[in-house]
T-cell receptor, first 113, second 113 residues
Framework: EDKVVQSPLSLVVHEGDTVTLNCSYEVTNFRSLLWYKQEKKAPTFLFMLTSSGIEKKSGRLSSILDKKELSSILNITATQTGDSAIYLCAHPYGSSNTGKLIFGQGTTLQVKP | NAGVTQTPKFQVLKTGQSMTLQCAQDMNHEYMSWYRQDPGMGLRLIHYSVGAGITDQGEVPNGYNVSRSTTEDFPLRLLSAAPSQTSVYFC????????????FGDGTRLSIL
């Protein structure tokens, strides 16, 4: 059974801190790993990772995949209060061409001023 | 571009009542899914569809029905609401299967008394 596990489940930091969120996976047939940010409403897409060792960056956020360790990390540098959100990691599962995703539990990040 | 639209945003039901959560997308996406989000459990797949006329079960399908008569619409029906179905429901769509990120609606917060 495919599984995605995130850690920590919650985190409180102060503005300016750097945080690292973890996602580990056990899947039958790896296709890609996705990161989403969820504020009050819909999860919004951050990154899709398919190749090990290649970092994806968007401003202060970056993510990298380690296929050997079956894991991915999401880094946020110089955190701001607007980074407060739930960060979700997901993997497509089942037979190909279904659009199904299995999600981790999410990491709730609170950034204090 | 509206993206994925869900209605209603909030709903309170009594145990045993039935209702339909609406989801519509205007991006001509083939793949549509329904997820529920409960505290500490991430998002779990209820039902999904790979195209008009084709639906299948996800991780937690019991108590829910879906149909997909058009590409745009993917309603979720609760047949006889139970308190365990109190949750936030998200509809999502994507063009590709594993190589395209999913776009989420803003969610429906459902309480069953």
């Amino acid at each position: 059974e495919d599984k995605v596990v995130q850690s920590p489940l919650s985190l409180v930091v102060h503005e300016g801190d750097t945080v690292t969120l973890n996602c580990s996976y056990e899947v039958t047939n790896f296709r890609s790993l996705l990161w989403y940010k969820q504020e009050k409403k819909a999860p919004t897409f951050l990154f899709m990772l398919t190749s090990s060792g290649i970092e994806k960056k968007s401003g202060r956020l970056s993510s990298i995949l380690d296929k050997k360790e079956l894991s991915s990390i999401l880094n946020i540098t110089a955190t701001q209060t607007g980074d407060s959100a739930i960060y979700l990691c997901a993997h497509p599962y089942g037979s190909s061409n279904t659009g199904k995703l299995i999600f981790g539990q999410g990491t709730t990040l609170q950034v204090k001023p | 571009n509206a993206g994925v639209t869900q209605t209603p945003k909030f709903q309170v039901l009594k145990t045993g009542q039935s209702m339909t959560l609406q989801c519509a997308q205007d991006m001509n996406h083939e793949y549509m899914s329904w997820y529920r989000q409960d505290p500490g459990m991430g998002l779990r797949l209820i039902h999904y569809s790979v195209g008009a006329g084709i639906t299948d079960q996800g991780e937690v399908p019991n108590g829910y029905n879906v149909s997909r008569s058009t590409t745009e619409d993917f309603p979720l029906r609760l047949l006889s609401a139970a308190p365990s179905q109190t949750s936030v429901y998200f509809c999502a769509s994507s063009q590709g299967a594993t190589r395209q990120p999913q776009h989420f609606g803003d969610g429906t917060r459902l309480s069953i008394l």
